[in-house]
């Protein structure tokens, strides 16, 4: 018997869509090794950043994904997931949890 979580199939929807939104996003996925995904962080100037697919399953981390996706809907300005927060921010929340 198995379920499914709410949260977590929500955060692989908003990964679904951003990743198929546009050419661009598609051109830079091949540089991102299996089991990882790449996000856009920062306030102003966005950085790129290449992270576990583990991290969805933490709920601080789902937590950031929904305020992105309440910032930015699914029309991501970088053509991927933007995490509307500082790079600061984002590396402390990502220390914490490291695999």
């Known amino acids: 018997m ?4 709410p949260r977590i199939s929500n ?4 990964l679904t869509r ?3 939104n546009g050419s661009q996003t598609a051109s830079k996925t091949s ?5 990882y995904f790449a996000v856009y962080v920062g ?8 992270i576990p697919i583990s991290y969805l399953n933490q709920p601080s981390f789902t937590d950031l994904l929904s305020h992105a996706e309440e910032e930015y809907g699914y029309d991501h300005p970088m053509g991927g997931i933007t995490i509307p927060c500082s790079e600061d921010t ?3 929340l ?3 949890l490291s695999v």
């Open 2 to 5: 198995g379920f499914r979580l």
């Open 11 to 14: 955060t692989r929807r908003i």
């Open 18 to 20: 951003s990743l198929s």
């Open 31 to 35: 540089d991102i090794p299996k089991g």
């Open 43 to 50: 306030e102003s100037q966005k950085k790129r950043f290449v």
């Open 90 to 92: 984002f590396l402390d």
């Open 94 to 96: 990502t220390s914490s």
